[in-house]
């Protein structure tokens, strides 16, 4: 089964402080993984995207890291801000036979900075 | 901008009273997306149009239907909401990947429906 989990469920930390962000995923065929940010109501918005061959990707202070033989993924945030509240979430790809992909979410990590 | 728009962003129905939730979308991608997300859940499908060929998620329950009229436009329907079905329902497209990259779904901002 097509499964992505995320740890931890939540997570305060304090404004300035980094932070880890982990995902395990067990998904056949692996297309790609992606980590969405979703602020509070409303839709997810795409930070990284990486494929199998890809270790690690850079979107300013978030930095995404791939072990495809691991299959675990993880999202570090760097000097983090008050705005980087919000959830993160581990989508990972799988490439479908009619040519679009269908993304299996993880259930995200709540992510909350305090001055 | 190009971009995924839904309305309303808030919807308040009766337990039972039909409702219908729109997107529409200015990038011109071949799919879009339904998916139902609860609080503190992942985001999960409903069904998706390829073009006009309308996909079912096994699991999504026959109160649940979509129309896709044109490129730009495609609905949810709620024939007989239930208490259950208060959540925030999020629209979605993407366009037809020709390398693993090409396959972002960019989301709309969601609708909250509340159902009394």
């Known amino acids: 089964k097509n499964q992505v989990e995320q740890s931890p469920q939540s997570l305060i930390i304090l404004e300035g402080k980094n932070c880890t962000l982990q995902?395990?995923?067990?998904?056949?065929?692996?297309?790609?993984l992606r980590w969405y940010k979703q602020d509070t109501g409303r839709g997810p918005v795409s930070l990284t995207i990486?494929?199998?061959?890809?270790n690690t990707k850079s979107n300013g202070r978030y930095t995404a890291t791939l072990d495809a033989d691991t299959k675990q993924s993880s999202l570090h945030i760097t000097a983090s801000q008050l705005s980087d509240s919000a959830s993160y979430i581990c989508v990972v790809s799988s490439f479908q036979v009619m040519g679009y992909n269908k993304l299996i979410f993880g259930a995200g990590t709540r992510l909350a900075v305090h001055p | 901008d190009a971009m995924v728009i839904q309305n309303p962003r808030y919807q308040v129905t009766q337990f039972g009273k039909p409702v219908t939730l729109s997107c529409s979308q200015t990038l011109n991608h071949n799919v879009m997306y339904w998916y139902q997300q609860k609080s503190s859940q992942a985001p999960k499908l409903l069904f998706h149009?390829?073009?006009?060929?309308?996909?079912n998620e096994a699991d999504t329950p026959d109160n649940f239907q979509s129309r896709r009229p044109n490129t730009s436009f495609c609905f949810l329907d709620i024939r007989s909401p239930g208490l259950g079905d208060a959540a925030m329902y999020l629209c979605?497209?993407?366009?037809?990947?020709?390398?693993?990259?090409?396959?972002?779904?960019?989301f709309g901002p969601g609708t909250r429906l509340t159902v009394l």
């Open positions: 990486m494929t199998f061959s890809e």
């Open positions: 995902c395990n995923y067990t998904v056949s065929p692996f297309s790609n």
């Open positions: 149009y390829y073009d006009k060929d309308f996909n």
């Open positions: 979605a497209t993407s366009s037809i990947p020709r390398l693993a990259l090409d396959n972002e779904q960019f």
